[in-house]
Structure formats: structure tokens, C-alpha cells
């Protein structure tokens, strides 16, 4: 009788053995699943690939953040998400959104920055007019047009905005804060301060070419025919 029970016993413990390791791996990965599911506070998801949309717009998640409010029973943790938005033809937009999961919080940041989209003037399609600066609390922001070839020298939030933007040759330089807000919203100030020589010509009521030739340009003529098309 002594045997057969501890045989018994025997059994039942190996049996149990890898129900209970089998337990301890799905907890692992349930840990590891909520851990990737909140994004650590302050982390920044801007190299997650971007996602087109079947309208042709391209959507780039920034930041997600998690937050929590503080009620009579204790904390509400919620999410905060950043993303930009654009055409990759000249328009784009930024967002933010909260909520308790992060795919809602994402949504609202959508269409947060759809609705916010702006028009910016680009030169030959692939980089800016001129430079131009951007300021928003501690952040400033430098934006320089750069030759054909030189690509997008960003680092970021700001990158996430240019490759929305649909510029693919720009030189830019982000001091004072690393914040990711402050940085798009220092990015967007100095964006939407870009004027072309088309719309300069028509505020002054001149042509394109009498702009151009000042500068010292020899092919004013041909530089302004670029342009107006």
C-alpha cells in the first residue's frame, strides 16, 4: 500500500509539472503582451513603419504615452497618442488623442490631425523654398532646402513629419527640448511661415521672373515657367 501511494503521488507531481511550467510561460507572455500593449511611459514609437490608408493619406504614429487620473478610488490609467498625418504631396497634419485603449486613442488623434492638415509650398515637389525657423516653448527648430540627392537629415518627431510631408530632400536641426510635442509644434511654426515666389509675386503684383532676376539669377525665365507650372 506504502508503493502503490507513493507511486501514485509520484505521478500526479509529474503530471502537474508541465501544466505548471506550460502556466508560468503564458504568464511570462501575458506579462510581456501588456507590457507592449501600454508602450512604457515616454517611450517613442516613431520607427514604427507607416501606414497608408486606402484614401491615399499616410499615417505615422509618434508617441504613445500613458497617463492616469486620479479619482476617489484610486488612478485611471488611459493612453495618449501622437500621430501625423499626410498626403505626401504638400499637406499635413497633426493630432492627439486620449483614451483607454490605445487603438481609440490612436483614432481620435486621426482624425484629430486630418482635420488639422495644412497646405506647405514645395519646390519641385521634393524639398522647401527657403529656410525657414519654428518656436514653440523650449523647442526651436531650424529647416534648410537641401540639392536633389541629400535626403531627409532628421531625427524623430521631425522626420515622421517630413516623410507625411512628401519632402524627400531637407536639412533640420532641433535644440532645446526633446519633447516630442513641442518639437512637431516648432516644426509646424516654421512650416507654416514657407511662402513660393508664385505667391510673393502675386501679393506684390509682379511676375515670377522679376523676383528671380534680382537674385542674380541667369535663367529667371526658366526658373519662373518652372515654377508657375
Known amino acids: 500500500m506504502m508503493a502503490e501511494n507513493t507511486e501514485s503521488t509520484v505521478s500526479v507531481t509529474d503530471g502537474a509539472a508541465p501544466e505548471?511550467?506550460?502556466?508560468?510561460?503564458?504568464?511570462?507572455?501575458?506579462?510581456?503582451?501588456?507590457?507592449?500593449?501600454?508602450?512604457?511611459?515616454?517611450?517613442n514609437n516613431d520607427r514604427r513603419p507607416a501606414q497608408e490608408e486606402d484614401d491615399g493619406t499616410i499615417e505615422k504614429l509618434v508617441h504613445i504615452?500613458?497617463?492616469?487620473?486620479?479619482?476617489?478610488?484610486?488612478?485611471?490609467?488611459?493612453?495618449?497618442?501622437?500621430?501625423?498625418?499626410?498626403?505626401?504631396?504638400?499637406?499635413?497634419?497633426?493630432?492627439?488623442?486620449?483614451?483607454?485603449?490605445?487603438?481609440?486613442?490612436?483614432?481620435?488623434?486621426?482624425?484629430?490631425?486630418?482635420?488639422?492638415?495644412?497646405?506647405?509650398?514645395?519646390?519641385d515637389g521634393r524639398?522647401?523654398?527657403?529656410?525657414?525657423?519654428?518656436?514653440?516653448?523650449?523647442?526651436?527648430?531650424?529647416l534648410r532646402s537641401a540639392p536633389a540627392g541629400t535626403g531627409i537629415i532628421a531625427g524623430g518627431p521631425m522626420r515622421a513629419v517630413f516623410e507625411s510631408l512628401g519632402v524627400a530632400d531637407v536639412?533640420?536641426?532641433?535644440?532645446?527640448?526633446?519633447?516630442?510635442?513641442?518639437?512637431?509644434?516648432?516644426?509646424?511654426?516654421?512650416?507654416s511661415e514657407q511662402t513660393s515666389p508664385k505667391s510673393v509675386a502675386q501679393r506684390r503684383g509682379k511676375k515670377i521672373a522679376d523676383l528671380l532676376g534680382r537674385g542674380g539669377s541667369k535663367t529667371a525665365e526658366a526658373d519662373a515657367e518652372a515654377i508657375a507650372e
Open 171 to 191: 536639412v533640420t536641426k532641433s535644440v532645446g527640448t526633446s519633447n516630442p510635442y513641442n518639437m512637431i509644434r516648432a516644426t509646424f511654426a516654421a512650416l
Open 65 to 123: 504615452n500613458r497617463v492616469s487620473k486620479t479619482v476617489k478610488g484610486g488612478k485611471r490609467f488611459g493612453f495618449a497618442a501622437l500621430v501625423v498625418v499626410g498626403d505626401g504631396q504638400g499637406r499635413v497634419g497633426f493630432g492627439h488623442g486620449k483614451a483607454r485603449e490605445v487603438p481609440e486613442a490612436i483614432n481620435k488623434a486621426t482624425a484629430a490631425a486630418k482635420k488639422s492638415m495644412i497646405r506647405v509650398a514645395l519646390k
Open 127 to 142: 524639398t522647401l523654398h527657403h529656410d525657414g525657423k519654428g518656436h514653440f516653448g523650449a523647442g526651436k527648430v531650424t
Open 20 to 43: 505548471a511550467a506550460e502556466g508560468q510561460r503564458r504568464g511570462r507572455g501575458a506579462r510581456g503582451g501588456g507590457d507592449n500593449r501600454g508602450g512604457g511611459r515616454g517611450r
